[in-house]
């Protein structure tokens, strides 16, 4: 499989969990971490690639003899993308398991009501790439290792502006926290850098497929660009069914674009498609390229 930025997001966030638990961690026999994603159901594959990256920073912890002595023991669940299962498995975790502290490699959704309580039991949680402010206002003890979707969203309408010199972008995105928050900064900072939005569009999720009534009222407000806001499901039937509709303006689009299932399901209609994301594969630091050759060694 190839490497994703959720992989490298999620791998730097175990290693960094670890060692900081490191001290009250000592008197086990071994740093109980939970880690929670969507393994099965609609977003599986960023479950997936999420699960093999947290898998492969606490392999690679033990392989280094662990943390004062004591390996690194992972207890993995799956939300399947669910904001109750993710409640029942903090309490799990919290209650059953008796982790030190938790990964979250799940989305906004389940990530926010879950952080609450992972809070009020004074358990440590890093979200690899939950974009919702919520995740960490919850609590002093709740990180984020990635970006604000507000913020990266931000950074695709900077980008839009000033490199792909955008006056007119459209805005298609999907009604949950991760759309909302992205494609809100996106406006906010392409309209700030003298951009006008020709028009928004928001579909719903989970379950559009048919997303030609959103793109035909693009296609007739005549926009320059169009930026896209969804998961790899939605983004390949988005980038094919423009094309069918004969839209021919650049597609920018955002993170959750950014997984292998998204080629896979796109195929050739997902060339020339941008994406705004975290990750930096041409980064030369050696944490980065160093995660980028291990993971492709290890999946």
Known sequence: MKWTRTGFTLLLTVAALAIWL?????AQETIKIGFFAPITGPAAADGASAKQAVELGAKEVNAAGGIMGRKVDLIVYDDRFSPQEAVAIANKLIERDQVIGVVSGSYSGPTRVAAPIYAKAGIPMVAGYAVHPDVTKSGESNFRQGFLGEVEGRAAGEYAVKVLKTKKPAVIYMDNDFG??????????????????????????????????????????NPDL??????????????????????????????????PKFIELAGKDAEGVI????????????????FLKNYKAAY
């Not at 499901?233 to 674009?257: M, S, T, Y």
């Not at 994406?275 to 160093?290: E, H, S």
């Open 275 to 290: 994406i705004a994301t975290n990750l930096d594969r041409d980064d030369p630091r050696p944490v980065v390229q160093n």
């Open 180 to 221: 909302r928050e992205i494609s809100a900064g996106f406006i906010k900072q392409a309209e700030k850098r003298g951009a006008k939005v020709a028009t928004s569009q928001m579909y719903k999720f989970p379950g559009e497929k048919d997303f030609r009534p959103f793109l035909t009222r693009i296609k007739d407000a």
């Open 226 to 259: 169009i930026f896209a806001a969804g998961y790899y499901n939605e983004a390949a039937l988005i980038v094919r069914q423009a094309k069918e509709l004969g839209i021919k303006v650049q597609i920018l689009a955002e993170e959750g674009f950014d997984s």
């Open 22 to 26: 490191a001290a009250p961690a000592a």
